[in-house]
Every structure is written in structure tokens, then in C-alpha cells.
């Protein structure tokens, strides 16, 4: 590509195999840290998705901060959340908690539930899978690509969990790390997986609550969104205009062409870095400092840059 993205960013070291908890948020306006102390105050009701009485949670700042308030609540170890869906029980991939909440939304809480183990022999370059994460070390399957090899391989399931690839444990790796890895493995060769899918209803005997209702008192008005944030606090904010959720929309459709994954939150991520940048160059700098982990291709960066533009001016 003629623009040489690549030797105009600036080097930065990586000190950390984790750039973040939670997708990287850009930096708080000044104008926005004013909620920060309300947005302390806030309070949402919450189920685990499989039944159970109804709780509340508050105080959080980051997916990890809310995944222990839920753990908490139902006194069970937070890392057997998978994921949290909003407004609904079922493992509803176009509802997925993101690092965006409304104010009056509920959130439901899907757990473990039973392993499985599959031997698939890769007859094809693309599986046809699309990985996210919940952003605190759970990758799980979030679209299965019909007519393709895994849509083949019934046991495996939208929602679950990938625990180990071949026996090395991948719990603890973010979602492109883990799309990158079963890219990578060698066609013509049988590999195994193991699963963690999410706790059903049946598996537990107790009732889905009759008090998952939100109160009575709205929480808020109009489209603002409790926003996590990995550092400082979580903030009140409205929620992305139109041109901005068009944008986001594209950007994370170029996030699974080019990498398998599907994250509305890194590709809003992505949209800010961008919002004021005036050239392709110094938006590959932004993303370079705000996500330098993900090494994205300057193909990618090109397109995602163009998607913005798109959007801003009205082409998408």
C-alpha cells in the first residue's frame, strides 16, 4: 500500500502480553468526567440467565469490576461467567454486554455449564467461526457461518466456550489470539477442541424468578449509556449518534473478514480513534497507541479508515 502505514507509526514497547481487560476506550473528555460520581450511584438488576432469584449490582468501572459485583451477588466464582446478554436470557449473540449499557437495561448472566470435546479433521482454510470475548479471559463462538465446516460439526454450538485448542489452554487469551490459532492450523490435519457451553435452564431446578422487572423509578431518560472504562471511572454518556453506529457496524464486519472476530466495542474503540484524525496516517498512529496488541494490517487500517469516512459522509 503506498501510504506505509506501518513506518509512520510510532514504536512503542510491549510491555504487556494484555493491553486490556475490557476493549480500550479513548481518552474521557473533560466534559464527561462530570457523571462519573452518579454514574457510581447507578444500580441495575441482574439473573443469572438460567434461573435464579433477583439481584443488584452497582459500583463497577470495567466488565471485570461488574463480572465480581455479579459474582458476588450469587456467591459463585466470577470466572464461571462466559457472558452477559442485556434484556434477555438466551444467549442472544446481537445482545452481547459490551462495555455500553443503557441505564435501564437487565443484565442476565450465562455460566458454565457442561464440557464437551470434539475432533474436527480441517478439510478447509476458513471454519466458518467467529470469535469474541467477554473481555476478562473467556473467548467464546459468537456466529457459526452456515454450510461451513463447523456448521457441519453439530456438537459445536454458538456460545461456547473454547477452553483448550489441541490441549494448550486457552482460557486466558483474547479472542483474536484464539481466531488466530485455529486459523493457523494446518489443513488436512485432525484437531481437537474442548468446550465449555453455557448452563441451560434444565440443568437447574430452580425457577427463572417472576421479579426480573425493572423498578418502577426510571433510572434515566433518552439514550444515555453507563460506559466501562479500564481506566478511571465509568461514565454517563449518550449514546453513539447514527453516523457513529454505522460506522461501528461496518468497521466490526471488516473485523471479521480480516480477523475472525466480531467486537462492537473494539470497533467503537476504533470509531473514536478515528473522529479527529485528518489522514490514514495519523489515524495508524492512534490505533498503534490505543491498540498496538492487535498489530492490525495496513490493508485492514485502510479500510477501516475508509468505512469512517463512508460513514461521515453519508455513503454507508
Known sequence: MPLGLRSKKKDKSRETSKLLESEAAAPVPAAAAAPAAAASRLQFHTQLAHGSPTGRVGGFGSARELYAKI???????????????LNTHK??????LGAQIGLEDFIFAHIKGQRKEVQV?????????????????CAFIKRIKEGSLMDQTKIICVGDHIETINGKNVSECRHYEVAK???DLEKGQVFKLELIEPMKAFEKLEPRSKGGTLPEAKISRGRETLRLR????????????????????KVDELLETYMGI??????????EAGRDKKNPDEFAVALDETLGDFAFPDEFVFDVWGAIGDAKQGRL
Do not use: H, Q, S, Y
Not at 71 to 85: L, Q, R, V, Y
Not at 91 to 96: F, G, I, R, Y
Not at 121 to 137: A, M, R, S, Y
Not at 262 to 271: F, G, K, P
Open 71 to 85: 459474582a458476588e451477588a450469587f456467591g459463585i466464582d466470577p470466572a464461571e461467567i462466559m457472558f452477559c446478554t
Open 91 to 96: 444467549a442472544d449473540m446481537d445482545k452481547l
Open 121 to 137: 479433521l480441517k478439510t478447509d482454510d476458513v471454519l466458518g467461526l467467529t470469535i469474541t470475548d467477554n473481555g476478562v479471559g
Open 181 to 183: 490459532m485455529l486459523k
Open 230 to 249: 479500564t481506566k478511571g471511572p465509568a461514565t454517563v454518556e449518550e449514546m453513539p449518534t447514527e453516523v457513529e453506529e454505522k460506522a461501528i457496524k
Open 262 to 271: 466480531r467486537d462492537t466495542e473494539l470497533a467503537a474503540t476504533m470509531v
